[in-house]
């Protein structure tokens, strides 16, 4: 499937398959990664990241920079994710979250 094609299966989704690679990068720890890094830093680095990283989104966001707009969004995520993960936390469980206020 290329980039700009789309599955009906949600679990073929981008941030399915960063979250399933940032779990096996908690587990296996591998050397030279950013993502084990921010592991061994602990929550109190994961979190401060987040916040960098909101911070530079709101920025872009403020000078109308699409392009470090998005940037800087993909970096959010990226780091949201990891946070998900070091408190065991699952997509899936901030899906049915949104889903429950859609039903709501």
Known sequence: ???TEHSDNP???ILF???ELLNKRKKEL???SYTTRL???????IIQKVGEEAVEVLIASK???RDEIILET????????VLLAEKEISLDDVLGE????RKG
């Open 1 to 3: 499937m290329t980039s």
């Open 11 to 13: 679990r073929d989704s």
């Open 17 to 19: 398959e960063l979250e």
């Open 30 to 32: 591998p050397e030279n």
């Open 39 to 45: 592991f061994r830093d602990g929550a109190d680095k």
């Open 63 to 65: 000078n109308s920079d």
């Open 74 to 81: 993909a970096d959010l995520i990226y780091h949201l994710l």
């Open 98 to 101: 949104l889903a429950n206020r």
